[in-house]
């Protein structure tokens, strides 16, 4: 008689979590190859790392097209099967949130164009500052538009040509970012220059989708939408992290059985937290602090966010853009964009900042530009670790 799969420690207290957990262990153990081969001897379901998917990925696509890749912004992307079942879920989940936010709204959506990203209310986030502004007050004017969606350093930018220029943008209604870390500062600037604005942040990943949204009545949670996905956060020794304790994140996807991932260690960090909203009756993110291939590495080994030295950076003065690549324990580079007057203050306000936020002073090799692009995918990346 076959052993039933074993859950994580994690789920021991849900019991939906359980049962969803065996049913796709047990699904995958007898129908799929990777799981008929790794767990053939064992009832326990280990960790599964991205360079084990990344080795796996014929064997784990199982002969389905691919229907997503991940940015590969620090390597090679990993290819994603998505079943049609899974999509349709997908759309039922978008539809969950945008019922919490109030229904929908007429959006202009500044984002990296795919192939299916056709229509006026699509425009490339690379377009120039003064092109986007123009085509938000015409899509407003023409057609109603009162809503963004773009990605939080997009956002940025377009907060600071608004507040300098004093343009009046009342009309919005609400703006909405994903696919980037959402900081602080972006709230701030958003706030500022979209007063009337319903804010909106979601953490998704193109394994999974949509892993959680904030919370439209207390902004500090993130809702996980635990129905589809099965999360867990886990320590440095495995364990489940206690309420507010940053730890790894490792997530299952309940219903895509194209190309199962159970236990994937998906590469960020993220902390549990109890939201008092009572409206929404899903666990929440007290924090979620992006992705540990970008978070950078103390030299006693420990992952380090970037969060603290990003906002650090910012506030140098003449600091018109930056990214940090740390290349080796204890070398880094910075590129950055300022003018003449600045520059050697600047390099000198960085020493400063990288020694205070590392508690030592690492190696640091500066290299001025012109402008730090975007990837290929639209995306920003601030902060890109190799380590």
Sequence with gaps: ?????????????????????????????????????????????????????????????????????????????????????????????TNKFVGWLGGRRNVTKMIHLGEKDQGDQ???????????????????AEQGADAITTYPTNAERLCLAILERKLDMSFVQRVGCYAEVFEPNHERLIQQAFPNAQIWTTYSSTEFGMIAARCPHNPDFHHVF??????????????????????????????NTHMPLIRYEIGDL??????????????????????????????????????????ALREIKGMRQYQVIQHELERFELRYVTSDEYDEALRHAAVVEFSQHFGYQPQIEFRREKVIERGANGKYYASISHV
């Design 1 to 93: 008689m076959p052993r039933s799969m074993s859950c994580p420690e994690s789920f021991l207290s849900d019991s939906y979590a359980q049962q969803r957990f065996k049913e796709i262990c047990q699904w995958a153990k007898d129908n799929h190859p990777y799981y008929q081969r790794s767990l053939a001897d064992s009832d326990q379901v280990p960790i599964l790392t991205r360079e084990q998917v990344l080795d796996n990925n014929q064997i784990l696509l199982n002969g389905h097209e691919v229907t997503g890749k991940t940015s590969g912004s620090t390597g090679v992307p990993v290819q994603i099967s998505w079943s049609q079942q899974r999509h349709e879920l997908e759309g039922k989940v």
């Design 122 to 140: 699509f425009l490339d986030v690379n377009s120039a500052v003064d092109v986007q502004l123009e085509y938000l007050q015409k899509r407003y």
């Design 226 to 255: 635990a129905g589809k996905l099965g999360v867990e956060i886990l320590n440095k020794d495995g364990k489940p992290c206690e309420k507010n304790e940053l730890g790894r994140l490792v997530i299952t996807d309940y219903f």
């Design 270 to 311: 993220a902390a549990w937290g109890e939201c008092d909203c009572g409206k929404i009756p899903l666990p929440a993110f007290s924090r979620v602090v992006g992705k540990v291939r970008g978070a950078l590495v103390h030299r006693n080994g420990e992952r380090v966010p970037f969060t603290n030295l990003s906002v």
